[in-house]
């Protein structure tokens, strides 16, 4: 499981403080309004923030002082989650090693990761001459090799159409049950988090609430909850 | 706090930093230990003092008081051929001066172009020598680079402004008076400043133009304290003076905002519905052929008269070309490795990048002395001459490169440096498979750049060169010394042709996969 313990991170007026416990395997979206701190929550569990006190453990294991790629996570974020310059099976190759000298049976791994997101064949492709949903299938086919048990996404399907959406939000349901990763997902539409959560951790001025299973939540919602949703 | 993620090391970076801290300062350091007290200075060296001022100040007045109807005149016309003219207006940055200072003396010397239709009109022919000759070929550098910079504020003017001035019916005059002046006065001050101190630094122009008492730079003055009497205390002095006169002309620089010089969206014709009287469309027609037929005028002076003497080169002047292709190659390979490695750092250090910018206000002359002494301490410094030419000029365009790297470099971090962290890649594999690859552009211009400016270096060079290890520029400056002008047009459109591809071939690269 991950746990947060006290922690507690301040940029300028703002405080982020959390001090949760997120269990294995679940799916937990991560909701609130703009600005009350979600992606400063992943990017501090990710290990792109410090936070000034309080500990991160994963399954007993500290983490707070290790650096991003040294933690058991994988990341999809906002934007910019292919490099434009590689090509599709480049950029899932990373996953496996980022110097991309890969052998036979790696390269074999990375194409059957692509087959799986329904990209089979395209190996050769780079960012430009994919569409939209085809990107986030490469990133998605980089978080299968990558083997992580835990898989963060911060909003990386906000710039699709609603469809689209729901179909990746599928495909990331199917990644992590088939690697039984945890995975938390930052967004800020209801119907994503119908479609994906059975926790919800509820974020307003950077005070964090504990995850709460979510038809409950639903039943009896936090007076920020209500506003937001506009009930 | 945010995390600093350390996926570069630092160390490469430093070494680059302290080379050319080591070329500015340190040689500087070498150059004060040697100098003579100012009593040594005789009224010839004041002179040049004076001179050097003097002539600096008028270049760039000249330049920048021609380059405002000249701009106005681009930024408001649309013609055939204009975005032509503007790429020429970049050219005298990577055109070899002594290039251009044989193209001067074919159109403006003695048996010029203008001097032969003058003695057709029975008057004197004209010389291009003396001080007038140093400040024309001043304004032939710069005048260009002013007119760009002003360009660039006149792009910079938003069109609804013209659309209010008509719809408010401005005359011309309101137009330059409400929206234009206040413009050239905010880029004016700083475009003059920069062209100050381009011509404080002068060489070239002073070695072949100037000479005797009326037309000695503090450059010139080093050299020949160097040459002639091989008094290495009173060319320190003089290095140092020189030095002084830089650094004032920074100060003075500081105080203006400095237009960046940028190398693209000039491209835009303002519509324009104050300037289609008579009146002015003469005038802008006026400075545009003006100032096309001054720029192009000596490069096809040189083309046509250097044709004839292509063929009839003598072996020195293909060994000089080998020995200034090498050194270009060489300095361009410097120059690329130590900017690389100080951008890289500046992303973790910020003050590392202007380390690297500091050269700009650094005399290569200077340098030269500085380095001399040092070497001949301990060796002939002639034997270094390739070498050291080489460095000195890496660390001269490195001012230009840094510019050219950083912002691509701080996107590519901006852009992926969180995605590289998350997946582990680090030091190289980061430099070559996310830098690199967005680099690319930038990297191929700059390295043709600093290759350029390298192949027509006529400074240093002149400090270290053994008589027959010349240079190309060098053997040019030579031939016309004995004057033997056809051979020297010839070797003038060798260096040119040299200059050009190579510069060319290093941007294509860069480009070709982009």
Known sequence: MLELQSIRLTQGEFTLSADCVIPLGSRVAVIGPSGAGKSTLLSLIGGFEEPDTGRLLWNEQDLTETLPHERPIS???????????????QNVGLGIRPNLRLSKAEQTRVSEALSAVGLAGMEARRPAELSGGQQSRVALA??????????????????????????????????????????????HDIADVDRFADLVIWIEDGRCLPPRDWAEMKADPPEGLKAYIGT | MARRVFAITLWPGLIAAALVVALTLGTLGAVALRAETFSALSHFDWLAVRFTVVQAFLSALLSVLFAIPAARALAR???????????????????????????????????????????????????????????LAHVFFNLP???????????AIPAERFRLASSLHFGPKDVFRHIELPMLRDIVPGAFTVILLICTTSFAVALTFGGGPKATTVELAIYEAFRYDFNLGKASLLALIQVLICALAVVLSLKFRVPQMGWGGLNRVVQRFDARTVP??????????????????????????????????????????????????????????????????????????????????????????????????????????????????????????????????TGAERDYGRLSDSLGLTGLSRVRLVFLPRLRVPMGFSAGLAAALSMGDLGVITLFARPEAATLPLQIYRLMGSYRMDQAMGAAL???GLSLTLFYIFDLWGKRSA
């Open chain 1, 75 to 89: 990341h999809l974020f906002q934007d910019n989650n292919l490099f434009a310059h590689m090509t599709a099976a």
């Open chain 1, 142 to 187: 980089r978080v299968l090799v990558q083997e992580k048990p835990l898989i963060l996404l911060d909003e990386p399907f906000s710039a699709l159409g609603p469809a689209m959406r729901g179909e990746m939000i599928g495909l990331a349901k199917e990644v992590s049950a088939k690697l039984g990763a945890t995975m938390l997902m930052v967004t």
């Open chain 2, 77 to 135: 016309r649309s013609f055939p051929g204009r975005g032509l003219l503007i790429t020429l207006l970049g050219a005298p940055f990577i055109l070899p001066t002594i290039v251009a200072i044989l193209g001067l003396t074919a159109v403006f010397g003695k048996s010029g172009f203008v001097s032969v239709v003058l003695s057709w009109a029975g008057l004197e022919p004209i010389s291009i020598y003396g001080f007038h000759g140093v400040v």
């Open chain 2, 145 to 155: 680079l002013a007119t760009r910079l002003l360009l660039q504020g006149w792009g």
């Open chain 2, 280 to 409: 002015t469309r003469i005038l802008d027609l006026f400075w545009i052929v003006v100032v096309s037929l001054f720029l192009l005028a000596p490069l096809l002076a040189i083309a046509l008269r250097g044709a004839a003497g292509i063929t009839d080169l003598p072996a020195s002047v293909w060994q000089a070309a080998l020995r200034s292709l090498i050194t270009a190659l060489g300095s361009a390979f410097f120059a690329i490795l130590m900017s690389l490695a100080l951008a890289l750092s500046a992303l973790r250090w910020r003050g590392l990048e202007v380390i690297g910018m500091s050269s700009i206000a650094a005399s290569p002359l200077v340098m030269g002395t500085g380095l001399y002494i040092v070497l001949f301490a301990i060796t002939d410094p002639a034997d270094w001459a390739l070498p050291i030419t080489a460095l000195v000029n890496a660390v001269m365009s490195m001012p230009f490169i840094l510019r050219a790297l950083g912002p691509a470099l």
């Open chain 2, 494 to 496: 060798l260096l040119l």
